[in-house]
């Protein structure tokens, strides 16, 4: 099993809501990342989490709230989003965040939860 | 810091053509290059890599050299299919761990019948 699913696909949520994205993998990779799309432009990432401990914040505003309860799931919170943050959230997960010298562990993309702010 | 310079789109070719989608790095050190792609609807899959100067990453057709002396990582493929038409993005990631992968652009290749 490759995959990674993301819930739910397709959100919209005023600026005073509250709401969360889900994120879940079983091919018991130890690093799990959350990327940000906007439309037509490459993924960008907002944070890493090796081991379930958080190891990379992009300089990501605080509306924007992670969270890794175990090694399976990963979840990002969001709370007083502004319409400039509507986007593809994306998660990926890959077997280990800092692999041999000269290796890499791919990273595996889930679907996505397409995200509107109105 | 590090950068990724993709080939503009759209490209529209059609079927049984030959594909280019030129990709230039700047970076310091010795990164790892690869080629990701996007389907409608879907997220990113790794296409094909190459860690190390003169590696050669290939699949489903489409291949990649890793150039060192032109900093570039050009994708190919001599047949294209319409079920390749997608989204190609170029990436890089620093020499050590892989945590933060830099994209290109992004190429949005459309393959008529």
């Known amino acids: 099993d490759t995959e990674v699913t993301q819930t739910p696909k397709h959100l919209v949520m005023g600026m005073t809501n509250k709401k969360s994205l889900k994120c879940e993998q079983h091919m018991g990779h130890r690093a799990m990342y959350w990327y940000k799309q906007k439309a037509k432009k490459p993924p960008e990432l907002m944070f890493v989490?090796?081991?379930?401990?958080?190891?990379i914040n992009e300089s990501v505003p605080s509306r924007f709230s992670p969270e890794c309860p175990n090694s399976s799931l990963l979840n990002l919170h969001l709370h007083a989003l502004q319409p400039e943050d509507s986007a593809l959230y994306l998660c990926a997960s890959s077997q280990d965040p800092l692999p041999l010298a000269g290796g890499f562990y791919e990273q595996y993309f889930g679907p996505g939860t397409r995200l509107t702010v109105t | 810091g590090n950068s990724v310079t993709q080939m503009e789109g759209p490209v529209t070719l059609s079927e049984e053509a030959f594909l280019t989608i030129n990709c230039t790095y700047t970076a310091t050190g010795y990164p790892s290059l690869f080629w990701y792609v996007q389907y409608p609807g879907e997220g990113l899959q790794l296409l094909l890599k190459?860690?190390?100067?003169?590696d050669k990453g290939s699949n489903k057709g489409f291949e990649a050299t890793y150039r060192k002396e032109t900093t570039s990582f050009h994708l190919e493929k001599g047949s294209v299919q319409v079920s390749d038409s997608a989204v190609y993005f170029c990436a890089l990631s620093e020499g050590f761990g892989n945590e933060k992968l830099t994209f290109g652009t992004g190429t949005r290749l459309t393959i008529i019948p």
């Open positions: 190459a860690t190390k100067a003169d």
């Open positions: 989490y090796s081991y379930e401990k958080l190891s």
